[in-house]
T-cell receptor, first 113, second 108 residues
Framework: KAGVTQTPRYLIKTRGQQVTLSCSPISGHRSVSWYQQTPGQGLQFLFEYFSETQRNKGNFPGRFSGRQFSNSRSEMNVSTLELGDSALYLC????????????FGPGTRLTVT | TQLLEQSPQFLSIQEGENLTVYCNSSSVFSSLQWYRQEPGEGPVLLVTVVTGGEVKKLKRLTFQFGDARKDSSLHITAAQPGDTGLYLCAGDDYQLIWGAGTKLIIKP
């Protein structure tokens, strides 16, 4: 069974731009969660989607948004990028609830200059 | 606010030594997961502990869930360079609560 895939793997953007990241979960997994990971803050939960509905949301500004499609693939968007948005963005899929065991993709390394 | 504190934050030891890292909280969790993350990759699930007092072994790694289901430990016997990585714990309580991780370096 193929693992979680994320595209792109690396991205460089400038302040003020917007970015869209993509995640394809493991086949059969219905829940997709997004995380931001930085050296200073560790792993921070962004949001979780299940059956195209956002079920949980972390403490991030409205510039961070996401969606899930009927095939469980998910995208997250960050608008008006700031330098502090530079991070590794991880997507994780789980079979059912976002609380259950998470299977992570390799992440997208976003650098904002 | 629920918190999961992991200690130590950083540990560097020689190959062959034993070590224990900890994951502590004042909250009770229905289960707790341990992950290992290598540089440039996403975390990989190692184990889930569910029952208070539960002990699970994965080769040289021993995981224990506290009796009160508020804390957990990971013991590595005869550490090897391949054990190097960031060890994360996550507690299950409505949503996953993540610790900040222990960065482990095993020197040859």
């Amino acid at each position: 069974k193929a693992g979680v895939t994320q595209t792109p793997r690396y991205l460089i953007k400038t302040r003020g731009q917007q970015v869209t990241l993509s995640c394809s979960p493991i086949s059969g997994h219905r829940s997709v969660s997004w995380y931001q990971q930085t050296p200073g803050q560790g792993l921070q939960f962004l949001f979780e989607y299940f059956s195209e509905t956002q079920r949980n949301k972390g403490n991030f500004p409205g510039r961070f948004s996401g969606r899930q499609f009927s095939n469980s693939r998910s995208e997250m968007n960050v608008s008006t990028l700031e330098l502090g948005d530079s991070a590794l963005y991880l997507c994780a899929s789980s079979l059912d609830r976002g609380r259950s065991e998470q299977y992570f993709g390799p992440g997208t390394r976003l650098t904002v200059t | 606010t629920q918190l999961l504190e992991q200690s130590p934050q950083f540990l560097s030891i020689q190959e062959g030594e034993n070590l224990t890292v900890y994951c502590n909280s004042s909250s009770v969790f229905s289960s707790l997961q341990w992950y290992r993350q290598e540089p440039g990759e996403g975390p990989v699930l190692l184990v889930t502990v569910v029952t208070g007092g539960e002990v699970k072994k994965l080769k040289r790694l021993t995981f224990q869930f506290g009796d009160a289901r508020k804390d957990s430990s990971l013991h590595i016997t005869a550490a090897q360079p391949g054990d190097t990585g960031l060890y994360l714990c996550a507690g299950d309580d409505y949503q996953l609560i993540w610790g900040a991780g222990t960065k482990l370096i095993i020197k040859p």
